[in-house]
């Protein structure tokens, strides 16, 4: 037999994935995870989620958990786990911002705020990094309004912007801006050599690779998923880092329990490129180049908080990414990342004092949509807290 849990599948961004009330799921964490798992269909060997509602992809592998706060500072907790597509594992270190985009329409149409037209600003609490992010979701007789005229890269059409702010996002996960104490480091990896890169923890621990250093031109999109040997050192990075910043122990760790953070990305100066769809995206479009890698394959688009991140990185001097960039840039509004779906923009405040950078606020449009409503069914064996 199956019993049923109540869900909403949304997408958010460029991210999709179920949406619960927290009151919804088991109390004890361990069978919380084994439903969770069992809805999504992992772990699969073949990393095709057949038995469950994941989409096969990191990018719609993901769960959001909401509850009311019941702090006066917030409206919602909202926490985020990624779930491993051939692994037993769901990661909740870390943030997904894509899907952040989707908590502000979800707990306006569930009731969970007020709704307030045309905007209703939405208090989240990230339970993950203990953040907070504000949504301003577009309202329309009570219920989030999905229709508009703004368009993010990675979904066709048009939908409402959602304006997403990161409030203070810096040191997220590991409580530093830049979590090795430095803007700019020289890392021996194993397998890899000596590596130039900056780590940066804003919204989510990210790193920044020069495309150069790895000998690549900072265009790749099917090499990447083509090249296992790019994938490797990139993994190789990523773990190393990983060990560095203490968020693991030991590299194998890294790989086998902290998929999802910390995130990579490989980047170059502006360059002219084609997209996975064929747009020209020309040189003047774009401040930097990124290819960014989720849960270890190439994300066609950009991650919402690795954006965040490459923004304040770029906007930091002596990091990887300020040094990519044409002179004056980093004063800009508004800085854009070309990816291999279109462009990403992000407005970032950054306060220095005396050589002590202050990551203040990031702002950013997102779109959202309420997918389907219902229940997911899951075996009953799985909601006996002793399975193994």
Known sequence: MQKKIPTVYMRGGTSKGLFFHDKHLPDDPKTRDAVLLAAYGSPDPNRRQMDGIGGAVSTASKVAIISASESPDYDVVYNFGQVSIDRPIIDYKGNCGNISSAVGPFAVDEGLVPAVEPITRVRIHQ?????????????????????????????????????????????????????????????????????????????????????????????????????????????????????????TETMEEATLRSQAVPKITFISAAKTYQTVDGKTIEETDVDLVGRF?????????????????????????????HDLLKPGADKKEMLSIGHPGGIIEVGAVIEETNGTYHYREAALGRTARRLMEGSVLVPEKYFNPHIS
């Open 127 to 247: 339970k993950n990094t203990d953040k907070l992010i504000i949504a301003e979701v577009p309202v329309k007789n009570g219920r989030f309004d999905e229709e508009g005229e703004y368009a993010i890269a990675g979904v066709p059409g048009a939908n409402a912007k959602i304006i997403l702010r990161f409030d203070d996002p810096g040191g997220a996960l590991t409580g530093k801006l830049c979590p090795t104490g430095n803007v700019k480091d020289v890392l021996d990896v194993p397998d890899v050599g000596k590596i130039e890169l900056t780590v940066i923890d804003a919204a989510n621990p990210v790193i920044l690779v020069p495309a150069a250093a790895l000998g690549l031109s900072g265009l790749e999109i099917d090499e990447v998923d083509n090249d296992a040997s790019i994938r490797q050192r990139l993994e190789n990075i990523r773990c190393a880092v990983s060990v560095e910043i203490g968020l």
């Open 293 to 321: 890698m989720s849960m270890g394959t190439l994300h066609k688009s950009y991650a919402v908080s690795g954006a965040v991140s490459t923004v304040g990185a770029m906007m930091i001097p002596g990091t990887v990414a």
